[in-house]
């Protein structure tokens, strides 16, 4: 399957402090122009987050107290998988998982699902909130990714990004 999981890739790759090249397209004026998808949402740089490049992930931002938030979107080699087997896919590294909340809602007029989940990767626990969406043939992944102990404060920045998301075709 080509959607890709890089969560356990970011938390591993924050707590190293390696950062490769930026991804695969450029953000310029809130839209992300990538090879596969556009799409448009608030940056996340005038709240204080710093934005990072990692291998293979469209977009991605560190907080100041180890918070990681990304997104991409895969439209090709995904087949037709449901919102929770792609979900599931993300959480693939990740050991001790417990789903605390699952909810289908709307985003960029889609169903969405959106899964919050603890667990620890190489015995570090985490708490995440992962956002997963199809539209007009690719899937879109949005993660959030926090130390238990600033999970909640930054929340709501992760969902007032997920809240400015809009998808605008295929990418260039």
Not at 61 to 74: D, Q, Y
Request: hydrophobic content about 40%.
């Amino acid at each position: 399957m080509a959607l890709r999981s890089l969560i356990p890739i970011l938390v591993a790759a924050a707590g190293l402090g390696l950062f490769a090249c930026a991804g695969s397209g450029y953000f310029k004026h809130g839209v992300f122009y990538g090879k596969e998808a556009a799409y448009k949402l608030t940056p996340l740089d005038e709240r204080g987050w710093q934005r990072i490049g990692i291998s293979d992930n469209d977009l991605a931002w560190e907080g100041k107290g180890g918070e990681l938030i990304a997104v991409n979107a895969t439209c090709s080699g995904h087949g037709d998988p449901s919102l929770q087997v792609l979900t599931n896919h993300l959480l693939i590294g990740f050991e001790d998982r417990v789903v605390r909340q699952r909810e289908t809602l709307e985003i960029a007029g889609r169903a969405a699902l959106r899964t919050q989940v603890e667990a620890s990767i190489d015995g570090v626990g985490r708490e995440l909130e992962l956002l997963v969406l199809k539209r007009d043939g690719c899937v879109y992944d949005m993660s959030y990714v926090a130390p238990p102990s600033s999970f909640q404060a930054s929340l709501p920045v992760f969902r007032s990004l997920v809240e400015s998301f809009e998808a605008m075709g295929r990418g260039r």
